[in-house]
C-alpha cells in the first residue's frame, strides 16, 4: 500500500512494481482544503483474486475493504488513509461500518506517529487492540523519522516491511503471507 501523491492523469507506468499486477488506484471525492492528489495505491501479486472490494470516505478517512483469495484461503484487508489531523474517533468509526468481524489485516497510513506516545495513538492502539489486530511495524515509515504508516494484524505467519519507492515522503507499506 502506498500514500498516492499523484495526480490522477499521471501515467500508471510510472507506478509500475515488478512482480506485482499494476495497482489499484482509490480516490477520494472529498476536498476539504487538502492537496488535490490524495488517495491510496494497492499492490496485489497476481496469484491473488480479489473478489470484491469497497471504497468508502469522508472528511476523516478513506476505508477501502478488499475482500481476497488466495489457492488456500480467503479473507479481509482493510487498507486506510486518515486525514492528517482529523478526528481519530472518524477513523474508528467508519471501521466499524466495515467487515472488521473477518478482518484479518487492517494497514495504511493513520497519520499518528506510532514512534512517540500521543492520546490519538493509545485511541487507536486500544481500538486496533478490541479487534484482536496488533501492530507488525517497529521502526520508521517517513523520510521525517516517523511511523505514521502501520500494518495491524491478527495472522500468525506473516512478514511485513517498508520499501523506498520515492513517490511519496511516506514509504510503501508490504505485508507477504
Known amino acids: 500500500m502506498q500514500e498516492k501523491w499523484a495526480l490522477p492523469t499521471d501515467p500508471i507506468e510510472h507506478y509500475l512494481l515488478t512482480g506485482f499486477s499494476k495497482p489499484m488506484l482509490f480516490f477520494s471525492t472529498h476536498n476539504f482544503n487538502r492537496r488535490p492528489h490524495d488517495g491510496m495505491m494497492v499492490y496485489i501479486k497476481p496469484s491473488i483474486k480479489i473478489e470484491t472490494f469497497t471504497n468508502v470516505h469522508d472528511q476523516h478517512v478513506q476505508v477501502v475493504y478488499l475482500h481476497l483469495r488466495t489457492h488456500t484461503q480467503s479473507f479481509e484487508v482493510c487498507v486506510v488513509n486518515r486525514r492528517p489531523n482529523s478526528n481519530v474517533k472518524g477513523l474508528t ?3 466499524e461500518q466495515g467487515p472488521l468481524d473477518i478482518c484479518r489485516i487492517v494497514l495504511g497510513d493513520f497519520n499518528i506517529d506510532h514512534l512517540k506516545p500521543s ?3 493509545q485511541v487507536l492502539q486500544n481500538h ?3 479487534l484482536n489486530l496488533l501492530p507488525t511495524l517497529k521502526g520508521e515509515t517517513t523520510e521525517f523519522h516517523s511511523c505514521l504508516d502501520q500494518i495491524d ?3 500468525q505467519a506473516y512478514k511485513t516491511g517498508v520499501l523506498e519507492t520515492s ?3 511516506q514509504k510503501t ?3 507477504n503471507l
Open 167 to 169: 513517490w511519496s515522503d
Open 128 to 130: 486496533m487492540s478490541s
Open 119 to 121: 492520546k490519538n495513538l
Open 153 to 155: 494484524a491478527s495472522l
Open 93 to 95: 468509526d467508519l471501521l
Open 173 to 175: 507499506i508490504w505485508i
